[in-house]
């Protein structure tokens, strides 16, 4: 509609101008072409660039980098799931169908914990279905993402009267709710300070949070980068709030190499351009530092990441892979290295099958039977 109307606007020099320059079209064709092919090879030359530049960045990824992108990947297909869920609660809102909008609005939650759209509206839907527990819950959760955004903003950013707002109507609600339900404070902390706590699936803070939740057996989860997920159940008690420490286990960004390669005497062995021996250090690091020798009593314990390893020895032909070393795994590599004077063919010759050693080329000792000499002319 638009264009449509901009069209109809136009004063009409602007349509003799432009039915000028379609009478001049067959003129610049051959250069419109060539600037075309022109583009289409910068463009080429640009994708093949990029596809070189990630197949480089794929080798030297090591696996926190890979699980730090992986993360962020779900993530955020978590958060676009979550929008999806959050639209088919709307639709069931719009058809009253509270019980089913309360269904899609708690998985949007799940999906997206750290968005306050999602247990804001989860408690107006348990609230007009008279589920005081859940409601409590999304509260809760409310409360606390309301302070995390607030300190996070200016004194005068313009969205901090909404969640002053959301946080002082959390607040009285959950004092009501406190009148009809057993309810207790969990306060939880975590060594590393940099994982994010979840309680019964609610976020609660980074390294240290707090939140009000009903009483009983409450499902406590820290997340990180570099660190296995660990959960564990904390018992709240009414009263006095009950404290605990959460310890993850770190993830070995480890694994081992054990090398098996023919003709070993002499062969220098490679990893990413870089003989092993010049990366043998104290202890392996992520910066590329190895430890060992390769063999199945001491294998090489290096980064877990995509690695290229390279053979040499001289006279030698060249022997090459890439390799993918996982945390706490083995990988063996086996190779046999090819003499270079076999595969040109200036190595010694064979004998033929058949034939006694030091028979001439071409024969096969006394099987062969001898030619008749030529008789003698008459």
């Not at 609230?127 to 409310?142: G, M, P, S, Y």
């Not at 890439?322 to 200036?346: C, F, M, N, P, Y």
Request: net charge neutral; hydrophobic share 40%.
């Amino acid at each position: 509609m638009k264009v449509a109307s901009a069209l109809v606007n136009r004063p009409a020099s602007w349509f003799v101008a432009l039915a000028l320059a379609a009478l001049a079209v067959d003129a610049p064709v051959a250069l419109a072409d060539t600037t075309e092919q022109e583009e289409y090879e910068r463009k080429k030359k640009e994708r093949e660039a990029a596809e070189k530049a990630r197949a480089t960045a794929e080798v030297r990824e090591s696996e926190e980098q890979r699980e730090a992108r992986e993360r962020i990947e779900k993530k955020e297909a978590n958060v676009k799931a979550a929008r999806a869920k959050f639209a088919a609660a709307a639709q069931a809102a719009a058809k009253r169908q509270n019980d089913k909008g309360l269904e899609y609005m708690e998985q949007a939650w799940l999906l997206d914990p750290t968005n306050m759209d999602y247990p804001l509206n989860s408690a107006q839907f348990a609230r007009a279905l008279n589920k005081t527990e859940l409601e409590f819950k999304a509260l809760a959760a409310v409360k606390v993402l309301a302070k995390k955004n607030l300190a996070t903003l200016d004194a005068a950013a313009p969205k901090r009267g909404y969640f002053e707002e959301e946080l002082a109507n959390a607040n009285l609600r959950l004092e009501t709710l406190r009148g009809k339900l057993s309810t207790g404070l969990l306060k939880v902390t975590v060594d590393p300070p940099v994982c994010e706590i979840f309680i019964e699936g609610a976020f609660a803070g980074i390294g240290t949070g707090e939140m009000d939740t009903i009483t009983g057996q409450r499902k406590i989860e820290t997340r990180c980068i570099g660190y296995h997920d660990f959960e564990k159940f904390e018992s709240v008690r009414e009263g006095d709030p009950t404290a605990t420490k959460m310890k993850p286990t770190p993830i070995p960004y480890f694994g081992k190499l054990v090398v098996k390669v023919s003709e070993a005497d002499g062969v220098t062995v490679y990893l990413d351009d870089v003989p092993a021996q010049q990366r043998v250090g104290e202890k392996p690091t992520k910066e590329g530092a190895i430890t060992g020798a390769g063999t199945k009593e001491q294998p090489f314990v290096l980064a877990a990441r995509k690695w290229i390893i390279r053979f040499q020895k001289e006279g030698f032909d060249r022997w090459h892979r890439r390799i993918d070393v996982r945390r706490d795994q083995v990988v063996v590599v086996e190779a046999t290295l090819e003499s270079l004077a076999q595969l040109d063919g200036s190595g010694p010759e064979k004998p033929e099958p058949g034939a006694k050693p030091g028979a001439a080329p071409g024969t096969a000792g006394d099987k062969t039977p001898e030619k008749a000499a030529p008789a003698a002319p008459k």
